[in-house]
């Protein structure tokens, strides 16, 4: 009888790998223990279940409520909200009676905030190196039953990789498919996210990510409410977010935490910094190279009069900038803290200032570049970051041979390679391709919160196409 019951719990709970039930004595009477392992403090429960058992038999049996238990009539909706608020519960099938025991564990919060994700408002708290602490913290904000862990764990690996899902959102087929690729890792060990990233991109070879990367536990909350999958690797403070699409990238959790006029602005202004970043200085390599004749007839002659004492090519200069840019930032982040800091303003002011002195650059195309920092520096995704700062090189030596011609040729294989990419087989750029207007809203604007589409996930795209 009590297993047939403790499997109906557990389907209650989706099977998931942190909820427990287990049988144990109470003054003689056989009770099932329900609980999930991430959320609750197993000693204080402990200690709280042999209290219960001296009391009842202190007592002749009888049960009340106290300070830290409540007795309550057995109930399936009960007893799925005590358990997802992280409360232990005894059940006792012979009487049709439950006790909820407030053990909750409250997860530890990381040293500090995560400090490529910073948020002017909002929550603090980061993920940190546990994976059962980090699923607790998950929990603790998402106390939902159909929160669903899966741990995927070979013999002798010492890696844990943990699927999270809610399986009322996320799309049965992607849940699969991303199954089955964790199902088929061939490596031994993983040590790193970047590692377990690399095997389930669907191109790896492509400079765009695939895979949202994140350290808080805010972010994971509000993608998984969206239909998505997250994955957890132990001894890692990061969590790999799927199916995601490019837009994904420039969103920031400062935009939900902003007012509607004002999130929707700043994503605006950041997906506009994309362009300025990649296509600003081959704008500027074709100008001078070209198409001068496009400017009106005074700043022509200013420009000309700028770059006619450079001893090379627009796109030798505008290299030799970008790399020192590179080399300034590489040096700021190996660097301690204060030292970076330091080399920064030494690298950017004072050797900038001398480049430019000497005339082996103009102004204007130290401006072009500080510029087109900037705006890679907008973008919330460190990843995406990374990608833009590539791309912009390849677009500058099309600017170079071919002008406004080569800007054109590198924009559209820039649009036919995103065409090409997916994440679990979801469209990247979706949802402009496949063009879907119900959705289009949400890539330019934050949607306010009483609004009812909002809640519609953006990624049940299999669902949406097998209508």
Not at 23 to 40: E, K, N, R, S, W
Not at 176 to 187: A, C, G, H, S, W
Not at 222 to 235: A, P, Q, R
Request: charged share 20%; hydrophobic share 45%; with cysteine.
């Amino acid at each position: 009888m009590y297993e047939q019951i403790t499997q109906t719990i557990k389907g209650l709970f989706n099977d998931t790998v942190d909820f427990e039930v287990k049988q144990v004595d109470i003054a003689g009477v056989t009770a099932l223990l329900c609980y999930y392992a991430t959320l609750i403090d197993s000693s204080e429960a402990n200690r709280q279940i042999g209290f219960l058992d001296s009391r009842a038999k202190e007592e002749s049996g009888s049960w009340g409520s106290s300070s830290t238990s409540t007795v309550y009539p057995f109930s399936q909706d009960k007893l799925i909200e005590e358990v997802c608020m992280g409360s232990a519960v005894l059940i006792f099938p012979e009487t049709n009676m439950m006790i909820g025991i407030q053990v909750q564990k409250t997860p530890e919060r990381s040293p500090e905030e995560p400090i490529n994700e910073q948020v002017i408002r909002g929550s603090h708290q980061g993920l940190i190196e546990d994976v059962n602490k980090n699923i607790g913290i998950i929990r603790k904000r998402l106390q939902r039953s159909d929160l669903v862990v899966k741990k995927f764990q070979e013999e002798n690996t010492k890696a844990q990789i943990h699927m999270v899902y809610l399986k009322n959102e996320a799309s049965p087929e992607v849940v699969n498919d991303l199954e089955q690729r964790l199902f088929d890792i061939p490596f031994p060990e993983f040590y790193s996210v970047g590692q377990l990233e690399d095997y389930l991109e669907d191109q790896i070879l492509s400079p765009f990510p695939q895979w949202l990367n994140t350290e808080r536990p805010d972010r994971v909350v509000y993608n998984l409410l969206e239909g998505k999958i997250s994955v957890f690797i132990d001894s890692s403070p990061t969590a790999l977010i799927a199916p995601v699409s490019f837009f994904a990238f420039y969103e920031s959790p400062d935009d939900y935490n902003s007012r509607v006029i004002v999130g929707s602005f700043y994503r605006m202004v950041r997906l506009l910094a994309f362009f300025v970043a990649i296509l600003l200085p081959s704008f500027y390599i074709s100008i001078v190279s070209f198409h001068s004749e496009v400017l009106p007839l005074d700043l022509s002659k200013h420009l000309q009069e700028l770059v006619k004492d450079v001893p090379y090519r627009p796109l030798l200069e505008a290299l030799l900038l970008e790399l020192f840019i590179e080399l300034i930032r590489e040096a700021s982040v190996r660097l301690p803290q204060r030292i970076g800091q330091t080399v920064g303003i030494v690298g950017g002011i004072i050797i900038g200032d001398a480049i430019v002195t000497s005339g082996l650059v103009t102004n204007l195309m130290v401006i072009v570049v500080a510029m087109t920092a900037i705006a890679s520096f907008s973008v919330p995704a460190i990843e995406m970051n990374m990608a833009i700062r590539i791309l912009r090189f390849p677009f500058m030596l099309l600017a170079a041979s071919f002008g406004f011609l080569g800007m054109v040729i590198g924009t559209l294989l820039l649009f036919i390679h995103l065409l090409n990419l997916s994440s679990l087989r979801q469209p990247y750029l979706t949802p402009i391709v496949p063009f879907d207007p119900s959705r289009f809203r949400n890539i330019f604007f934050r949607i306010p919160y009483f609004r009812p589409d909002r809640q519609q996930s953006s990624f049940n795209y299999w669902e949406d196409r097998d209508k």
